[in-house]
C-alpha cells in the first residue's frame, strides 16, 4: 500500500514538473546573447560535504569563460575565488524549510540576477527548478547528473538522493517523465561516459558533457606517512553504498590477511546497523567507523587501498580523491568507475555485490608489495588527469562553445536590466 502510494504522488509530482517546463518554454524569454567578457552562472543543490564542493566548483569558477558564479545553497559553501554564496533568509528557511527556500531564493536570484546559464545538481529537485527557471528568465539550462543513470532510471528508486524511492518497485511511466525533463535541457554534464551512453540510449539529444570535478593535487597526493591502515572506504553509510558487502569481503580477507585493518570514513543513518554487522560476523576488531571527516586527505594518506562497493555511481570524487593520493581502487563495475579504473594497472573493477571476488582482488594486492607499489604509482597518474587546472580547461571549452555556437556579441548593459 505504501508503495502504491508513493507511485502514485511520483507520478503525479513529475507529470506537474513536465508540464511546467512546457509552459515555461512557451512563455519564457528569448535566450540572451552570451558576453564575450564570459558567461555568469547560478547554481543550486544540496551540498553535504565541502570537498563536494571544492570539487565541482572550483574549476567552474576558476574558468576563464565563467566571469561569475553564483551559488544558492542552505548548507554552508567554503570561500573561494570567484564564487558568490547566495543563502535563503533564516526566516524563510523556518517557515518554508530548507528545500523550498533554496528553491524559492534560486527563483528570485535568476529573476534579479540575469544569468547566462542556470543550473541545478541532481535531477530531484533542482535540475526540474533549474529547467523551468532558466527558460522563465532567458538563460540557458544546464543539469548537473552527478549520480549517473541511477537518477532517473525505473523512476530513480536506485538512487540514494531521489524522492522516489518509497515506490520500492521500478515504474516507467515516471522514467520517461523525468527522461523528458532531461531532455529539455540545453546542457547535461555528466561525471562520466558510460551516463551519456545511457541517455542516448534512450533517445536524448541534449548537447553532453563529462566533467567529472577536479581534484586539487597538492592537497591530495602520496604520503610517506606509514599507513595504519589496509583498506579505506570513503562515503555516506547508506543502502546503496552496500558498505555491508565491504564487511563481508573483510570477513573473508581476515582468514588470509589475520592482522588487515579496514577504515571506513562517512557517516549515515546506517552506523548502528553497520556495527552489529561487524559485531556478528566476528570482524569488529578489524574495523573503524571513523564518522564524517573533513580532512579526508589524512586518512587516505594513512591507508594502503581504497574500496568502494556501490550498487551505482558516477564517476565517484572519492575515489579520485584517493587515486590522486596513490591510492589503488578496487570498486564495483558500475556507473562511470571504469572511466579511470583501468582493471589490472591502477586497481581492479570486481561485479556488484561480489565479496567473494572482492576479497581475491584485496588479498592479491596486499599480499604483492611490488603490485601494490606499481597500482599506487598508475593510480596517481591516472587521477592526474582529473586535477582542478585541467577541469577548469574543460569548463572554458564548454562556456566557450557557447558563445562561439551562437555568434553572439557583448549584450549592452540596457540588456541585462
Not at 208 to 234: C, E
Not at 263 to 269: A, E, F, N, T, Y
Not at 276 to 291: M, R, Y
Not at 405 to 414: G, L, Y
Amino acid at each position: 500500500m505504501r508503495g502504491w502510494f508513493w507511485r502514485w504522488l511520483a507520478r503525479q509530482f513529475t507529470l506537474l514538473c513536465v508540464i511546467a517546463v512546457k509552459i515555461a518554454c512557451i512563455i519564457g524569454r528569448k535566450q540572451r546573447p552570451i558576453p564575450t567578457a564570459g558567461c555568469e552562472v547560478l547554481l543550486t543543490g544540496r551540498f553535504d560535504s565541502k570537498n563536494w564542493i571544492l570539487n565541482h566548483l572550483g574549476p567552474l569558477a576558476a574558468s576563464e569563460e565563467c566571469s561569475r558564479l553564483w551559488m544558492v545553497s542552505t548548507n554552508p559553501v567554503p570561500v573561494l575565488p570567484g564564487v558568490t554564496v547566495i543563502y535563503p533568509p533564516k526566516w524563510l528557511t523556518g517557515v518554508l524549510g530548507p528545500t523550498r527556500a533554496r528553491l524559492l531564493t534560486f527563483f528570485w536570484a535568476a529573476l534579479w540576477k540575469r544569468p547566462d546559464v542556470v543550473g541545478g545538481f541532481h535531477i530531484m529537485v533542482n535540475g526540474i527548478a533549474a529547467a523551468i527557471v532558466a527558460r522563465l528568465v532567458g538563460a540557458r539550462s544546464m543539469y548537473f547528473c552527478v549520480g549517473g543513470p541511477a537518477e532517473v532510471l525505473d523512476g530513480g528508486i536506485h538512487s540514494a538522493d531521489s524522492y522516489f524511492t518509497g515506490m520500492q518497485t521500478a515504474d516507467s511511466t515516471v522514467e520517461n517523465r523525468l527522461l523528458n525533463i532531461v531532455a529539455n535541457f540545453d546542457m547535461v554534464i555528466t561525471m562520466g561516459s558510460r551516463a551519456i551512453e545511457f541517455f542516448q540510449s534512450k533517445g536524448i539529444e541534449a548537447s553532453f558533457h563529462v566533467v567529472s570535478g577536479g581534484i586539487n593535487p597538492k592537497r591530495f597526493q602520496p604520503t610517506a606517512v606509514p599507513p595504519l591502515y589496509d583498506l579505506v572506504l570513503t562515503g555516506r553509510l547508506v543502502q546503496v553504498k552496500r558498505i555491508d558487502v565491504f564487511l563481508r569481503a573483510v570477513k573473508t580477507v581476515v582468514t588470509k590477511i589475520s592482522d588487515v585493518r579496514a577504515v571506513i570514513v562517512g557517516g549515515g543513518r546506517l552506523k548502528d546497523a553497520l556495527c552489529a554487522q561487524a559485531q556478528d560476523l566476528g570482524i569488529a576488531s578489524h574495523i573503524v567507523f571513523a564518522a564524517h571527516q573533513e580532512n579526508i586527505e589524512e586518512w587516505l594518506g594513512k591507508s594502503k587501498v581504497f574500496v568502494l562497493t556501490s550498487d551505482s555511481e558516477g564517476l565517484s570524487l572519492s575515489m579520485m580523491e584517493a587515486m590522486m593520493c596513490g591510492l589503488p581502487a578496487v570498486v564495483s563495475d558500475v556507473g562511470d568507475l571504469g572511466d579511470l579504473v583501468e582493471n589490472g594497472v591502477n586497481g581492479y573493477l570486481v561485479p556488484r555485490r561480489s565479496p567473494e571476488l572482492l576479497a581475491q582482488r584485496l588479498v592479491e594486492l596486499l599480499s604483492d608489495r611490488d603490485k601494490l607499489d606499481a597500482f599506487s604509482k598508475a593510480a596517481r597518474r591516472s587521477a592526474l588527469k582529473y586535477e582542478t587546472k585541467a577541469t577548469a580547461k574543460r569548463w572554458d571549452d564548454i562556456l566557450g562553445s557557447l558563445a562561439k555556437d551562437q555568434a553572439m556579441t557583448v549584450p549592452s548593459e540596457s540588456s541585462r536590466a
